[in-house]
């Protein structure tokens, strides 16, 4: 199984980033999928998700990300993607994308699989 993800880096406050998650090795349909992101310190955190389409395809987000993160998934390209606008200082982590077929795809002990990290950094 791999998950690579790409499209982190410098953005200023205000600013927007999008993160894409490219899946291999495993049946993208048949799980859910989440953006997770940690800060030194700190545990990972599930700020966004995205369910399987067998069940529902029901999205997830974060009370600090509501109404400036989307989660989005193409089955047909095995990617997950997370659109970030009005990023603030306290976005600033490194992005986890994931895979679960847990009923805990809320949150991130429910994660199966996961990728390398991508770095995002907001500047005042």
Known sequence: VQLQASGGGPVQAGG?????????????????????????GQEREVVAAIARPGSGGATYYEDSVKGRFTISRDNAKNTVYLQMSDLKFEDTAVYYCAASQSVAWRTA?????????????VSS
């Open 16 to 40: 927007s980033l999008g993160l894409a998650c490219a899946a291999s090795g495993l049946a993208f349909r048949q799980y859910h999928w989440g953006w997770l992101r940690q800060v030194p």
């Open 109 to 121: 002990a429910g994660y199966k699989y996961w990728g390398q990290g991508t770095q995002v950094t």
